[in-house]
């Protein structure tokens, strides 16, 4: 089963590297870009029957730092109906 | 602790990319006259009868994941956190400082640096806290020079944390001087009980007077003999 994680600063947390990227944009001419936020994708294999709580539990402890990071948890393929 | 000063029992962890380990180890051994014990990361246990414990600066595990992320989880840390849990005095430099956050011993996080770039120079730093082992030999409020080498010191916590550590005593030392976009200037935490500091400054990397200023200087040397003075007077 493949899960894709993506972990992203909280809201109100500074993003310098998405503030440089916004500014880039800018500079090439992209008009009406409101805001820029750099995250991180962390694409799973893991057996079929693991469970949310296993994933979550992986996210708290490992995947994303809770103080600075939300995290979203994506199931890239479903299992055959 | 029970240390006599013959016998201060001072470690340093070694993990995968750190690259201030033997400059801490030297540090130390400079004021204690003992020789400093060399712990590996892959480490179950910690040696017995340590007296204090540092983690020093560098790029554990190539900073992969999050600064400091992987090594916080190695097999050494487990062991950290019981013996620090205990009462034993931990320093965390640079990518030590990460790797006790995110170990969950000190509160908050350190962000890539506000301006993005890596900065490595000998910055100003205001003494905030003098009642802790690693800053009982410094005057309040007084200037310090310590070296900063990093590209990830910019200390966030929520305002409730900062408001915290800052009504306990808890910030040891903040910047003089715009550096990094840490909050509130913080340049280095304390825990609940203040035995454990995390910094981003080098201390290490200011032992001896060098023959220019912008060489670090003595300043560092001090929280050593701070610690040593604290613990082995207790």
Redesign the interface.
């Known amino acids: 089963m493949k899960v894709r994680i993506l972990v992203s600063l909280k809201p109100g ?2 993003d ?2 998405g503030r ?1 990227v916004h500014h880039a944009l800018d500079g090439l001419g992209f008009a009406g870009v409101e805001d820029v936020r750099i995250g991180r994708v962390v694409e799973l294999d893991v057996a079929d029957d693991t469970s949310d709580e296993t994933l979550k539990s992986m996210c708290d ?3 994303a ?1 809770t ?2 990071e939300d995290y979203a948890i994506e199931h890239v393929e479903k299992e055959p109906a | 602790m029970g240390a006599g000063s013959n016998a201060f029992k001072a470690g340093v962890i070694t993990f995968p990319g750190s690259n201030c380990d033997r400059d801490m180890a030297v540090a130390l051994e400079a004021v204690t006259g003992t020789p400093t014990i060399r712990i590996w990361h892959g480490d179950a246990d910690l040696p017995k009868g340590l007296d204090f414990l540092a983690l020093p600066g560098g790029f554990s595990y190539g900073d992969y994941l999050r600064s400091g992320a992987m090594a916080a989880k190695s097999p050494i840390m487990r062991a950290v956190v019981t013996a620090a849990e205990g009462g034993l005095p931990v320093l965390g430099v640079c990518n030590g400082f990460q790797v006790l956050t995110e170990a969950g011993l000190l509160p908050g996080a350190l962000m890539r640096n506000a301006g993005q770039t890596f900065i490595c120079r000998t910055v100003p730093l205001k003494v905030t806290n003098t009642s802790s082992p690693f800053t009982q030999g410094f005057d309040i409020g007084e200037t310090i020079r310590i070296p900063v080498a990093h590209h990830d010191g910019n200390y966030f916590a929520d305002d409730a944390t900062l408001d915290m550590l800052e009504g306990e005593g808890r910030v040891a030392f903040r910047y003089e001087e715009p550096v990094n976009g840490s909050q509130r200037d913080i340049a280095g935490v304390l825990s609940a009980n203040g035995r454990i500091l995390g910094m981003m400054p080098h201390p290490e990397r200011a032992i001896e007077p060098a023959a220019h200023p912008s060489m670090g200087g003595a300043d560092g040397k001090r929280l050593f003999e701070s610690v040593l003075a604290a613990l082995v007077s207790v």
Do not use: D, S
Request: proline share 9%.
């Open positions: 947390v500074l310098p590297q440089a402890k490992l995947l730092n103080v600075i």
